[in-house]
């Protein structure tokens, strides 16, 4: 008798143990505008939106019509990164 209410208790606490967590990741990570819940993990996607690249060019000493190098100098975003990204919406 014993061993079977001990048996449903601990079934009962796995299953409340298992719906209040999921439950409440899901909950947090879809009250958030850009969390997508799948397979119980939280993901944020974003997109690229805009590229922008600053470049050094390096002419050529004896023809001035010829480039010899182009070189990455910096992004144009802050902190000089080269990309800026948008977070999707979920929807």
Known sequence: ??????????????KISEDVFSNSAKK?????????FV?????????LKKLCLKVKIMQNEKDSDKIDKVY???G???????ELFKNIVVG
Not at 1 to 14: G, N, R, V, W, Y
Not at 39 to 47: D, L
Request: some cysteine; charged content about 30%.
């Open 39 to 47: 397979n119980e993990w939280c993901y944020y996607y974003q997109v």
């Open 1 to 14: 008798m014993f061993d079977s209410a001990f048996e449903t208790i601990k079934a009962l606490k796995q």
């Open 72 to 74: 990455y100098d910096a």
């Open 28 to 36: 947090e990570c879809e009250s958030d505008e850009f969390g997508i």
């Open 76 to 82: 144009c975003f802050e902190n000089e990164e080269p």
